[in-house]
Structure formats: structure tokens, C-alpha cells
């Protein structure tokens, strides 16, 4: 698994490719000599902890969410904000329970930016390429809960129901342990493939490999054969 995630790498060269756009109305100033979305968002992640530390009113936490992240129906109001305050104890904690894990996709945002060397963002379109990645060449058997996703091309290719027509022992982890094993095992990934174990560069290409690789993968690597005598 390590050495495809270093061909991928290779393949798909985040400083090329990598082109998250991020919004003009940043909370902090990116300076003008970078240029390239790539680095503007590794600076962006890098500097808008302290940012966030003060933000007692949440306003650049929502910015993340809903401006950086383009989830715009996770609206400010004081039942997101109590959720915001308690995926925060949770992570401190160890555990997310079954409601917080719900919003993963939204809350993992703000943990990145808040701690981009522990925390990765749990994207659906990250997920969907880690648990081919895992189907595919590791013996480890649990997968991770792939939270709903706004890709049309994956959502071509179920890859759960691929998994489970295969039938070979894999399972899915606990909602309470999932994203903070995904950051551990993106860590450790990290360091394999740039030598670097801050998690968002591995994160960063398994999202811009889902719908490329992956599914070029997944179409050349699945077929069906029907038998017309069942």
C-alpha cells in the first residue's frame, strides 16, 4: 500500500496538481508571492491556528466550513455552535459519539486548521480512496465509515457495495475511533510517502486521486459475471 501511495505521488505531484480555490475573504493574509493554490492552502493551514485559538465568537470556524469548505448548509446558530464546542472535548477526549461523527466531514475542517500536524480532514472523496487503497493491497482488514459525499462520479462507482459483494472479512471501524485512527494511520503514511508526518499531504492526494486513479482502478479491476441458470 505504501509503495502505490509513493507511485501516486509521483503521478499526481501535489504541487501541480493539487487546486483547491481558496476564497479571497481569508481571515488572515496570505502573502502575495504565493501564488499557486497549493502552497496558499499549506500556508493557510499552517498559520490560522493562533487565528482560531482567539475566535471566541466562531466566525473563522464557520469561515472554514462554509467559505473554504463550500458547506454552506452548516449555518451559525447556537445549536452548530454547541456542536462545534463539543466535537472540540471529544477530540481532546479520544471518542467522537454517533452525532458528532455525523457532521465529520464539516467538523474535521476546523481540526485541520487547528491542528494540521494531528488532524486530517476526513473527507468522503479521501475515504472512498484510503478503503480502495486498504481492499486493495493491505492486509488490514477494517475499513473506514465513508460519510455521504457530493461526487457524481463516485457515487457511479459504490465502492461499499464492491466490498461487500467481495465477501473477504472486511468490517468497518467504530464511529467513536475512526477519524482519530484515520489521522494516526495518515501520519504514519505521510511519513512513508514525503517524509513529512503532518497528515493533510496524504490526505490532499488520496482526494485528488478518488476520482481519477481510483475509479480508472476500480473500473478495470471489477466485473460482474451473471449466472443465467440462478
Not at 209 to 216: E, L, Y
Request: charged share 25%; net charge negative.
Amino acid at each position: 500500500m505504501i509503495e502505490h501511495l509513493k507511485q501516486l505521488s509521483e503521478a499526481l505531484r501535489l504541487e501541480d496538481n493539487y487546486n483547491w480555490e481558496i476564497p479571497s475573504n481569508t481571515p488572515i493574509l496570505i502573502p502575495p508571492n504565493i501564488s499557486d493554490n497549493y502552497s496558499r492552502n499549506i500556508h493557510l493551514k499552517e498559520h490560522l491556528g493562533e487565528s482560531l485559538e482567539r475566535d471566541s465568537g466562531l466566525k473563522i470556524h464557520y469561515w472554514i466550513i462554509q467559505e473554504w469548505g463550500g458547506i454552506r448548509t452548516f449555518k451559525k446558530n447556537e445549536r452548530n455552535d454547541q456542536k462545534i464546542s463539543e466535537f472540540k472535548s471529544q477530540l481532546d477526549y479520544g471518542e467522537l459519539k454517533r452525532p458528532t461523527f455525523n457532521l465529520i466531514s464539516s467538523l474535521s475542517k476546523i481540526a485541520s486548521f487547528m491542528q494540521p500536524d494531528k488532524y486530517a480532514i476526513y473527507d468522503s472523496r479521501a475515504i472512498y480512496a484510503l478503503n480502495w487503497l486498504i481492499f486493495c493491497h493491505s492486509e488490514q482488514k477494517k475499513l473506514f465509515p465513508q460519510p455521504a459525499g457530493r461526487s457524481a462520479e463516485l457515487a457511479k462507482y459504490d465502492i461499499q457495495t464492491i466490498i461487500r459483494l467481495a465477501d473477504n472479512g472486511h468490517e468497518y471501524r467504530s464511529h467513536k475511533t475512526a477519524y482519530h485512527d484515520y489521522c494516526d494511520l495518515l501520519k504514519g503514511l505521510s511519513m512513508e510517502v514525503y517524509d513529512d508526518d503532518n497528515p493533510y499531504k496524504v490526505e490532499m492526494l488520496l482526494f485528488l486521486a478518488a476520482p481519477t486513479v481510483i475509479i480508472d482502478s476500480i473500473r478495470s479491476s471489477v466485473s460482474i459475471s451473471i449466472n443465467s441458470n440462478a
